[in-house]
């Protein structure tokens, strides 16, 4: 009966030692970088580049997408580093697509305050206008 036990305990142990082994080998030490939406370049996750977007990748991986390290941060000397801050909307894990973007521009309306009088040379006054549109010369 003890006999059994101990080899019961003796079968846990080397199972749990065959799981650790395992789970050793299973972890490589890839260096995690961030790439941006729209540069060619890899960085770590403190890098002053990563304000507006990053997504996670890994360092053989952005090797082989053609990015090069970053010049301010160094990537390829730093060890997994911690990652950012979670952003509201995260890319996805893709090759960045550049792409125009149009902006539309607001044409702002007339609020200027110049006067407008018409000097004796037939220009318009340079003044600031109060209230009713007219300098104090052309009142």
Same mark, same amino acid.
């Given at each position: 009966? @003890?006999?059994?036990?101990?080899?019961? =305990?003796?079968?846990?142990?080397?199972?749990?030692?065959?799981?650790?082994?395992?789970?050793?080998?299973? @972890?490589?030490?890839? /260096?995690?970088v961030?790439?941006?939406?729209?540069?060619? =370049?890899?960085?770590?996750?403190? #890098?002053?580049?990563?304000?507006?977007?990053?997504?996670?990748?890994?360092?053989? /991986?952005?090797?082989?997408?053609?990015?090069?390290?970053?010049?301010? #941060?160094?990537?390829?000397?730093?060890?997994?580093?911690?990652?950012? +801050?979670?952003? @509201?909307?995260?890319p +996805?894990?893709? @090759?960045?697509?550049?792409?125009?973007?149009t902006?539309?521009?607001?044409? =702002?309306?007339?609020?200027?305050?110049?006067c407008? +009088?018409?000097?004796?040379?037939?220009?318009?006054? =340079?003044?600031n +206008?109060?209230?009713?549109?007219? #300098?104090?010369q052309?009142?």
């Amino acid at each position: 009966m @003890q006999f059994r036990r101990i080899v019961q =305990k003796i079968e846990v142990v080397l199972l749990f030692l065959v799981l650790l082994q395992s789970c050793a080998f299973s @972890q490589t030490d890839v /260096q995690t970088v961030y790439i941006t939406a729209t540069g060619k =370049k890899y960085h770590t996750s403190k #890098c002053r580049y990563l304000q507006y977007s990053h997504v996670a990748i890994a360092l053989p /991986q952005a090797n082989e997408r053609g990015y090069t390290a970053c010049s301010v #941060c160094n990537p390829s000397r730093v060890k997994n580093p911690t990652p950012p +801050a979670p952003r @509201q909307s995260e890319p +996805a894990l893709q @090759q960045p697509q550049h792409v125009k973007q149009t902006v539309q521009v607001k044409k =702002k309306t007339n609020l200027s305050t110049r006067c407008t +009088a018409q000097t004796k040379t037939g220009t318009r006054c =340079k003044r600031n +206008a109060k209230t009713n549109g007219k #300098c104090w010369q052309h009142q």
